[in-house]
Nanobody
Framework: QVQLVESGGGLVQAGGSLRLSCAASGGSFSISAAGWYRQAPGKQRAVVAFMSSGGTTTYADSVRGRFTISKDNNKNTMYLQMNSLKPEDTAVYYC????????WGQGTQVTVSS
């Protein structure tokens, strides 16, 4: 049973940084495409950053230049480095990974105080 376990969320002041991690376990396949999504209260889940299987990255306009998606194939783990955080970045963040099928993490809360 494949599982994605997220960590790294928390409370941070505006202007601060956090790094989210998403580790895949329980399967024999590597993460190919990877994405981070977020859902704020009363809003739909939306993509924040995405990395294709070829390594091409795309970002939502609201986070471009502040967030960076990456993955470590040796650890089968993906990351989201978030810098210059703003209160509007407050949301539950979910990782998504393609590994012979699509899988979601359990979500981690990120709260940015002003």
């Amino acid at each position: 049973q494949v599982q994605l376990v997220e960590s790294g969320g928390g409370l941070v002041q505006a202007g601060g940084s956090l790094r989210l991690s998403c580790a895949a376990s329980g399967g024999s396949f590597s993460i190919s495409a990877a994405g981070w999504y977020r859902q704020a209260p009363g809003k739909q889940r939306a993509v924040v950053a995405f990395m294709s299987s070829g390594g091409t990255t795309t970002y939502a306009d609201s986070v471009r230049g502040r967030f960076t998606i990456s993955k470590d194939n040796n650890k089968n783990t993906m990351y989201l480095q978030m810098n210059s955080l703003k209160p509007e970045d407050t949301a539950v963040y979910y990782c998504y990974a393609m590994m012979k099928g699509g899988y979601w993490g359990q979500g981690t809360q990120v709260t940015v105080s002003s």
